[in-house]
Every structure is written in C-alpha cells, then in structure tokens.
C-alpha cells in the first residue's frame, strides 16, 4: 500500500532499492540518501531497525518479523523475506493501532482499579449470564467458594452456576 514502506539488500548487506516511504522512515529525504550504501553502516548512523535481526535474517535465509520504533518515534512491523538476491523488506507503519491498544489497555486498568476500590462484591455479567469482569473482592470470594466446587470466576457462567447451586445455598 501507499504507507508501505519497501527496500531491498543485497547478499552483501548493500542497500538496493528504497521507496520514499522507506528513506522517509529511516530519517532520510529521499531514496537515493540511502540506496547503494552498506545496511549496517546506515542503520548506525540513521537509527534503522537492528542490523544484527537483518543481518541474522540474511544468513539464514529465513523470513522474519520484528517490532521497530522509526526516528520520529512512530511503531512499525518489519517483515524481511529472503530472495536470490538477498532481502526483501517491508516496513508497516503501527502506530495509531499500538495507540489505540495502548488507550484500551489504560481504560482496562482504569475500570479494573474502579471496581477493586468498591468493598461490595461486583461481577459483570455478559448476556448469557458468563461472568466477564469481577473485582477484588468477588474474586476473594470465588476462591473461598472453589473449595466447595462452586464456580465464579471470569469465563465462568454465574447463572447456571446458580442453578447447580449447592445444598447450603437453597
């Protein structure tokens, strides 16, 4: 795609072909910044994914993907794939993906630390009854009652749990 940034090495480690996406995500104004010069001597200077994964990747001719951080700090995935010549490689830019999993993450911990400041004992119920979320102290409970065979824990489904109900429950 348009925001894929493509390049090439040869057998050597010499850098072949660069789009202007690539020299853009190496810090470069334009391809020819880069193309022809030694990977390993570039990726020193311009702060390019780790020369040893390239490198490792070369000579073992085998296909491989790595996280990178590009220089102005956005994430990538990196995928190299081995041809006659030497490599190929392919830069996908992450970043406001890693944003959002990092923004739903923090909202996770948030609920999380919510419901365990509660002293009451909470579980969140999806539609059919499975338990989906629980704080702290639901989840001292559901391990007090799991010595007994009762069930209440994330993943577990409180209403039929409720109707297997044991003895000293009814």
Not at 20 to 36: E, H, Q, R, V
Not at 79 to 97: C, E, I, K, M, T
Request: aromatic share 8%; net charge negative.
């Amino acid at each position: 795609g348009r925001d894929t940034a493509v390049g090439t090495i040869d057998r050597d480690g010499r850098i072949m072909a660069l789009n202007s996406k690539g020299a853009a995500w190496c810090g470069c104004n334009a391809p020819d910044d880069l193309i022809g010069r030694n990977y390993w001597q570039a990726a020193a200077a311009q702060h390019m994914p780790d020369p040893s994964w390239v490198e490792r990747a070369l000579r073992t001719g085998s296909a491989a993907r790595g996280e990178v951080i590009s220089p102005d700090g956005r994430s990538g995935e990196l995928y190299a794939y081995p041809s006659a010549g030497g490599l190929s490689l392919f830069y996908h830019d992450v970043s406001d993906r890693r944003d959002a999993e990092l923004a739903s993450r923090a909202s996770r911990e948030l609920l999380q630390s919510s419901l365990d400041a509660l002293t009451a004992q909470v579980a969140i119920l999806d539609g059919a009854g499975k338990i989906i979320a629980v704080n702290a102290g639901w989840q001292k409970a559901a391990e007090l009652l799991a010595s007994t065979g009762e069930h209440y824990f994330v993943g577990d489904n409180y209403v039929e749990e409720c109707e297997h109900a044991r003895p000293h429950q009814q």
